[in-house]
């Protein structure tokens, strides 16, 4: 699995309490341009690939959950399948989103490491963490 990265204004407007990661609602981006993690704030920063031809449109919401135990705060989420009702624009790069902030704040993103492309039909399944079902995005200690 390809390494998260967090974009750097998300650990400050944390601590503001702009997000909410139990009760926000949180969306993915599919891009083919690499996102800059020092700069990246909102998900106009982003160049988002055309969504005409995936499944459910644009920016899939992840169905996610926040939990504490022992002290360290745990994101996880479902994995996401992407399904192609069209051919799909090259993306490589994957990330998640705040879509109840203003102006969509950006959280994280990952590097598949190559180029997808998707025909008709085709899916591409982005599992966050080791499991498919509520798989450990990131924790906060």
């Given at each position: 699995m390809?390494?998260?990265v967090f974009f750097q204004d998300f650990k400050e407007q944390l601590g503001k309490g702009i997000h909410d990661l139990s009760g926000d609602t949180i969306k993915c981006f599919l891009t083919n341009t690499?996102?800059?993690a020092a700069t990246g704030d909102e998900?106009?920063?982003?160049?988002?690939?055309?969504?005409t031809?995936?499944?459910g449109g644009a920016a899939?919401?992840?169905?996610?959950?926040?939990?504490?135990s022992g002290g360290t705060g745990t994101f996880a989420a479902d994995a996401l399948v992407v399904t192609a009702t069209g051919a799909v624009p090259t993306f490589q790069y994957y990330g998640l989103y705040n879509d109840t902030s203003t102006g969509d704040k950006l959280i994280c993103y990952w590097d598949h490491g190559s180029a997808v492309n998707l025909a008709t039909g085709e899916t591409f399944t982005i599992t966050f963490g080791a499991d498919a079902t509520m798989g450990t995005v990131f924790?906060?200690?």
């Open positions: 390809a390494s998260l690499g996102p800059t998900l106009a920063d982003i160049t988002q690939i055309a969504y031809n995936i499944s899939p919401t992840i169905t996610k959950q926040y939990t504490e924790t906060i200690a």
